[in-house]
């Protein structure tokens, strides 16, 4: 049993918890409690990653338009390119924060575009964007974010206007109006950010890229949960 463990938390790049182990072993027809397979990784000083305390980079403009909201918290499509998530996160670096913004499609819980900057300005969101729209045609598609000011400014909106893409926004401040967004930046940060300090933004910049072609948008850790 202990040997099995070892195994599947070593496929899991270390990272997963009792609740995945316990899915793991029952998959492959072992019959075991949770509490037991708790039991064993603490005797075999193994553990799940866990989610560091989340930093708010929302930063709202009071002034600016903000569109309704479309979604509200129903994640759900039923085909591709139909419901997008955007969000923007920080991730430490002893050079200052590097900031990801992303662009999630809910229906294959891909990350279809991405980002990153030094700076959480309007241009690292349209970035992203951009990558979505290169490859996608986005005519139709509903596009969910906070009310940040990167995601109010005129200039995105006009963006967004431009391909076809409706958009849509949460309640300031609340987390559950775009948990979707917040379940992906949990997985990179349980995964990959707790468990590699990086020395600039550009080493930081090159994991994330491999954490989300090589990884994630392969679907091996999609519906994980620590």
């Known amino acids: 049993m202990s040997r099995r463990i070892v195994a599947i938390h070593g496929a899991w790049r270390e990272t997963c918890g009792s609740r995945r182990v316990q899915a793991e072993l029952q998959a492959a027809g072992v019959a075991v409690s949770r509490q037991r397979v708790a039991r064993l990784m603490r005797a ?5 990653a866990r989610r560091r305390k989340r930093r708010c980079t929302t930063r709202r403009d009071r002034e600016a338009a ?4 479309r979604v509200k918290r129903r994640f759900e499509a039923f085909a591709p390119h139909r419901l997008w998530v955007a969000d923007i996160t920080y991730v430490p670096t002893r050079e200052g924060f590097l900031y990801l913004a992303t662009v999630l499609d809910v229906c294959s819980r891909k990350v279809v575009g ?3 900057s030094a700076r959480q300005t309007v241009e690292l ?7 979505a ?3 996608r045609a986005a005519q139709g598609v509903v596009l969910h974010a ?4 990167q995601y109010t400014a ?3 909106s ?5 391909a076809g893409i409706q958009r849509s926004m949460g309640a300031a401040g609340n987390c559950f109006d775009n948990a979707m967004a917040e379940s992906l930046f949990a997985t990179v940060e349980c995964e990959l950010l707790q468990r590699v300090a990086f020395a600039s933004r550009e080493e930081a910049a090159r994991e994330i890229f491999r954490f989300v072609e090589g990884f994630y948008n392969r679907g091996d850790c999609q519906n994980f949960r620590v």
């Not at 075999?44 to 799940?48: A, S």
């Not at 906070?146 to 000011?149: A, E, H, K, P, W």
């Not at 006009?158 to 431009?162: E, F, K, M, S």
């Open 44 to 48: 075999l000083g193994r553990q799940g």
């Open 66 to 69: 903000v569109a309704p909201d």
């Open 114 to 116: 991405w980002a990153m």
């Open 146 to 149: 906070d009310r940040g000011s």
């Open 125 to 131: 969101v349209k970035s992203a964007l951009e990558m």
């Open 133 to 135: 729209l290169e490859t």
């Open 154 to 156: 005129l200039a995105f």
């Open 158 to 162: 006009r963006r967004c206007a431009q």
